[in-house]
Nanobody, 121 residues
């Protein structure tokens, strides 16, 4: 099993920046990818950004030019640098980790408890 803990959320004005962090513990050797989802009030959870162990990254179109995901594999951590924040970025942000290789990538999923990001003036 893998446990995930997020930090770094908070209140920021439009145009501001935040950096989210997530640390994994437990059976971290099984992790094949890490990243972030978010869920806004009344909305479904959506993928924000993710990075596989090989370096492949995925971003939601709405954040691709503003957010950046990075990982520190030695520390089992993933980060989300969020710039030029907009009110529509307001959501609970959840860290995730996935296990599996090849066709089995994503076969196992693990989630953090979430951290609130509020963008408002």
């Amino acid at each position: 099993q893998v446990q995930l803990v997020e930090s770094g959320g908070g209140l920021v004005q439009p145009g501001g920046s935040l950096r989210l962090s997530c640390v994994a513990s437990g059976s971290t050797d099984i992790i094949a990818g890490m990243g972030w989802y978010r869920q806004a009030p009344g909305k479904q959870r959506e993928l924000v950004a993710g990075m596989a162990n090989g370096g492949h990254t995925t971003y939601a179109d709405s954040v691709k030019d503003r957010f950046s995901v990075s990982r520190d594999n030695a520390k089992s951590m993933v980060y989300l640098q969020m710039n030029s924040l907009k009110p529509e970025d307001t959501a609970v942000y959840y860290c995730y980790a996935v296990g599996g290789t090849g066709i089995r990538y994503g076969e196992e999923e693990y989630w953090g408890q979430g951290t609130q990001v509020t963008v408002s003036s």
